[in-house]
């Protein structure tokens, strides 16, 4: 809220609000260097208040449609796993579409859990549960114990001290496929590896260039989601569904 109020009251002041704008995100840049993926964790683990409470209102936003109508691809399935899941919103649409499936999300902040299992509740969701954890705890689970893993704009905020590890559990922890619905930012020569570049907020990377260190090229499809699934919106511009399957 006071940030919101302080953003507008900059924004009068074209000049000073560029100047501080580039300077906000040269620091966090440096930051990022030192500390990489937990500056990030830190930010969402503990984003609050009118944070979650607006994170509420993007339920029918026309992406989750998009991205629903890929996973269902994959049917028949019994376990599918959402990392950094937030309030639940796909997996609210994924549980009412496939009411014999269960359903499991994790999410590093509290709050988005305890009102996500809140709203399910209410919305008699019996197969969907979100749990607090962290994209980097999977390996408490046993291996193949879900058959889809997938994430919605989270492996972004997931910097290059971690993003191998994470991406070797979750193969290790799907049976059938990966599918992740993230910006792409095409091929680095800067980052060959496509572990990742930090920059204004989050992590870009090329997903073809860091699957292909841990499988065969011919099991990654990327398709591009289309213009009318963003209208107006920048994040349409980058936005790709990555998927691996296991042949
Ligand atoms: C842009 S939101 C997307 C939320 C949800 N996937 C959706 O489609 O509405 C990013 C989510 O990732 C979660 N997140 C960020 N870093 C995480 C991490 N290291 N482990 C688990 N969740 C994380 C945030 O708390 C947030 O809910």
Same mark, same amino acid.
């Given at each position: 809220m006071l940030k919101s109020k302080l953003i507008h009251c900059l924004k009068r002041n074209k000049f000073l609000y560029n100047l501080i704008h580039s300077f906000y995100w040269q620091l966090k840049h440096l930051i990022s260097l030192m500390v990489r993926t937990r500056i990030e964790e830190i930010s969402w683990a503990n984003k609050k208040g009118e944070a979650v409470k607006n994170?509420?209102? *993007? %339920?029918?936003?026309p992406h989750r449609k998009f991205l629903v109508d890929e996973i269902s691809k994959?049917?028949?399935?019994d376990n599918v796993l959402e990392i950094g899941?937030?309030?639940?919103p796909n997996l609210y649409f994924l549980g009412k579409k496939f009411p014999d499936a269960n359903f499991v999300g994790i999410d590093i902040n509290p709050l988005f859990v305890r009102e996500g299992n809140k709203w399910l509740k209410k919305e008699r969701l019996v197969n969907v549960r979100l749990c607090h954890s962290?994209?980097? *705890? %999977?390996?408490?689970f046993k291996d193949r114990t879900f058959d889809i893993v997938f994430t919605d704009?989270?492996?972004?905020?997931?910097?290059k001290d971690k993003i191998k590890q994470i991406i070797e559990n979750m193969l290790r922890i799907s049976k059938k496929a990966l599918v992740f619905l993230e910006q792409d930012y095409g091929h680095n020569p800067g980052d060959p590896q496509g572990l990742g570049i930090y920059r204004f907020g989050h992590w870009q990377r090329h997903y073809f260039d860091l699957l292909k260190t841990f499988i065969k090229k011919e099991c990654i499809c990327t398709v591009k989601i289309p213009p009318e699934v963003w209208p107006?919106?920048?994040?349409?511009?980058?936005e790709y569904i990555i998927k691996v399957t296991s042949e």
């Open positions: 994170a509420f209102t *993007n %339920l029918n936003h994959f049917c028949p399935f899941c937030g309030y639940g962290k994209a980097d *705890n %999977l390996t408490k704009a989270v492996l972004m905020y997931i910097g107006g919106e920048d994040w349409g511009r980058r």
